[in-house]
């Protein structure tokens, strides 16, 4: 079955560190990938999309993506948090079909 | 507007009752969406809308749950016999095509947060 595994269910960073989100996938080819963030009491907003090509991608807000096929992974970085990066963070994966599954989201908490 | 907008934000409802959630998605998106987010079941798909095309149903979790899209742009969610399990926040989105490339990016509503008491 199709599936994305977000590891990490809830991650504390100091304001001004880096951050690393981890994603994994399962398919049975490459889907597109994708990154989108949740504030509270708000919708979901796209952050990155990899759909083919260059495997780093770059996105809003500072954040990348590096797609890694041989791990199966699609890892979102930030080299230095912002306290307003406070949030929930899904990675989503679509094949053929245009439904999104989504991982189970990583709840980032900034320190100041 | 400028993005999908669904109505209402909140709603509480009995057990029992029937509920309609609205969603407008944006202008000129073909594809339409519900997805529902509940803290035991994480985001999960529920019906795809593409133009004229039969409805993807696959993700509807009963017969309970029912959707219609009118002239290719509103779409209403209907629950009906609501039960507790069925307190989530649902979310709607609209891409420009349905199907997978640079198109179907999908765009999301903040969402309809029912509450069945």
């Known amino acids: 079955a199709q599936s994305v595994t977000q590891p990490d269910i809830h991650i504390t960073v100091s304001e001004g560190a880096s951050l690393e989100l981890r994603c994994n996938y399962s398919y049975g080819a490459t889907p597109y990938l994708f990154w989108y963030v949740q504030s509270p009491g708000q919708g979901l907003q796209l952050l990155l999309k990899y759909f083919s090509g260059d495997t780093l991608v770059q996105g809003i807000k500072g954040f990348e993506a590096e797609f890694k096929r041989s791990q199966s992974s699609f890892n979102l970085r930030k080299p230095s948090v912002h306290w307003s990066d406070a949030a929930e963070y899904f990675c989503a994966a679509t094949g053929t079909a245009s439904k999104l599954t989504f991982g189970t989201g990583t709840r980032l908490q900034v320190t100041l | 507007g400028a993005g999908v907008s669904q109505s209402p934000s909140n709603k509480v409802t009995e057990k029992g009752k029937d509920v309609e959630l609205r969603c407008d998605p944006i202008?000129?998106?073909?594809?339409l969406y519900w997805y529902r987010q509940s803290l035991g079941q994480g985001l999960e798909f529920l019906i795809y809308?593409?133009?004229?095309?039969?409805?993807?149903k696959s993700g509807l979790p009963s017969d309970r749950f029912s959707a219609e899209r009118t002239g290719g742009s509103v779409s209403t969610l209907t629950i009906q016999r609501t039960q507790q399990e069925d307190s989530a926040v649902y979310l709607c989105?609209?891409?420009?095509?349905?199907?997978?490339?640079?198109?179907?990016?999908?765009?999301f509503g903040a969402g309809t947060r029912l509450s069945v008491l």
């Open positions: 809308f593409q133009g004229n095309s039969a409805p993807d």
């Open positions: 202008s000129g998106h073909t594809a």
């Open positions: 989105a609209s891409s420009l095509s349905g199907g997978p490339g640079g198109q179907n990016i999908q765009y």
